[in-house]
Structure formats: structure tokens, C-alpha cells
Nanobody, 118 residues
Framework: QVQLVESGGGSVQAGGSLRLSCAAS????????MGWFRQAPGKERDVVAR???????TYADSVKGRFTISRGNAKNMVYLQMNSLKPEDTAVYYC????????????WGQGTQVTVSS
């Protein structure tokens, strides 16, 4: 079982920046992928960014060039640097984990609110 705890959410004006952090604990695989997802009110949860155990990262088109996902030097940390934030980025952001052998993300954090005002 893997536990995830997000932090770093908050309120910011459009054009501002926030950095989200996610700490994974428990029985993590030696090779695992991490992802950031978000869910706005009345909408489905969508992927924002993924980082694979190989180091490859992918992004949703809506955040390319503005958001950066990275792994920390500390074990089992992943970050989401969000720049040039827009009101449409307002959502609850979730961190997710899957081992290298899983097809779906299997562990989720509790979520952290990001609110961007115009």
C-alpha cells in the first residue's frame, strides 16, 4: 500500500505561480510512475502531467510550456511547478502513483485546492 500526501495549493492571481509537492510513503516499487491530475467543479478528473520511472514526462496540451513535473532529490517526492496560472487552472489537484507493472494509477492523494483569480 502506498500513501500520498500533497501540499502547496492555495490562492493566486492570474499570471502567478505555485509549486505543488507530493510525498509518497509505504511499499513503493523500485520502478514507478507518478502523475498529477485535477478536477474542476462539475467536471471529470483529467490528467495534467505524468513522469515515468525512466524520467520521461508528458503533459496535457492545456498546460504545456507552463507546468513542469519533476522528481525530487529526496526519495519518493514529486513536484508540479505551475507558472503563468490562469483562472481555468482552478481545480483540486491530485497526486497519483502506479508501479511499473500496473496499467492504471492505483494510489491517490487527498487533493489540494488551487484557486486562480482573474
Amino acid at each position: 500500500q502506498v500513501q500520498l500526501v500533497e501540499s502547496g495549493g492555495g490562492s493566486v492571481q492570474a499570471g502567478g505561480s505555485l509549486r505543488l509537492s507530493c510525498a509518497a510513503s509505504g511499499r513503493t516499487s523500485s520502478r514507478y510512475d507518478m502523475g498529477w491530475f485535477r478536477q474542476a467543479p462539475g467536471k471529470e478528473r483529467d490528467v495534467v502531467a505524468r513522469i515515468y520511472w525512466s524520467g520521461l514526462s508528458t503533459y496535457a496540451d492545456s498546460v504545456k510550456g507552463r507546468f513542469t513535473i519533476s522528481r525530487g532529490n529526496a526519495k519518493n517526492m514529486v513536484y508540479l511547478q505551475m507558472n503563468s496560472l490562469k483562472p481555468e487552472d482552478t481545480a483540486v489537484y491530485y497526486c497519483a502513483y502506479r508501479s511499473g507493472t500496473q496499467s492504471q494509477f492505483s494510489s491517490w492523494g487527498q487533493g489540494t485546492q488551487v484557486t486562480v483569480s482573474s
